[in-house]
Nanobody, 125 residues
């Protein structure tokens, strides 16, 4: 059974950094583009970034561009989200998701086949 598991969330002060991991099991994560999404309670889930399956092309939401970086290690079946210069407005539950689709509409959630359970990121002093 295909599963995605996020880890690495936690509490960090503004300006700090966290690295989230998304590890796949039961399928070859390397064959999928992996998106990161986040959701603040009461808000809709929004796209944060996406990394392609092949040459690791990436997309980022404007709100995180220059601060967040996504990368992948297919040998470990894992994708990472490095988050730097964190702001209180980055506080959310972060999810990773897998899709065979790739393109400029990467943020459309209906295109994703598998989702993780989410990990909480809290940015607060």
């Amino acid at each position: 059974q295909a599963q995605l598991v996020e880890s690495g969330g936690g509490l960090v002060q503004p300006g700090g950094s966290l690295r989230l991991s998304c590890t796949g099991s039961g399928f070859n994560l390397g064959r999928y583009a992996i998106g990161w999404f986040r959701q603040i309670p009461g808000n809709e889930r929004e796209g944060v970034s996406c990394i392609s399956s092949g040459n690791s092309d990436t997309y980022y939401a404007n709100s995180v561009k220059g601060r967040f970086t996504t990368s992948r290690d297919n040998a470990k079946n894992t994708v990472y989200l490095q988050m730097n210069s964190l702001k209180p407005e980055d506080t959310a539950v972060y999810y990773c998701a897998a899709t065979h689709w790739w393109g400029s509409s990467w943020y459309r959630q209906s295109q994703y086949d598998y989702w993780g359970q989410g990990t909480q990121v809290t940015v607060s002093s």
